[in-house]
């Protein structure tokens, strides 16, 4: 089983920066993936980046240009910086990840059990 832990969240007035970690662990596993998605009250959770191993990231057209999404493999942690923050930016951010398990077959999702980010004056 692959456990996935979101910290760095917060409030923060508009304008501001902040940066999310995630910390994976649980054995032996490969990841071949990871995101953050982020789900604001009473709308679905939404995709805001990934990166996949060989270092392919994809943003949200929401988030592009403000945030950065970045991968420490050896470490098995993923980040998110969060720049120019806007009310809007405001909803529980999750971590994801696309992992096998040593000696598994298949590739499973993972998720984390979210970070709270407040942007507001």
């Known amino acids: 089983q692959v456990q996935l832990v979101e910290s760095g969240g917060g409030l923060v007035q508009p304008g501001g920066s902040l940066r999310l970690s995630c910390a994976a662990s649980g054995g032996s596993f490969t990841i071949y993936a990871m995101g953050w998605y982020r789900q604001a009250p009473g709308k679905q959770r939404e995709l805001v980046a990934t990166t996949t191993s060989d270092g392919t990231t994809r943003y949200s057209g929401s988030v592009k240009v403000r945030f950065t999404i970045s991968r420490d493999s050896a470490e098995n942690a993923l980040y998110l910086q969060m720049n120019s923050l806007k009310p809007g930016d405001t909803a529980v951010y999750y971590c994801?990840?696309?992992?096998?398990?040593?000696?598994?077959?298949?590739?499973?999702?993972?998720w984390g059990q979210g970070t709270q980010v407040t942007v507001s004056s």
């Open positions: 994801n990840a696309a992992a096998r398990l040593r000696g598994g077959i298949s590739i499973n999702t993972y």
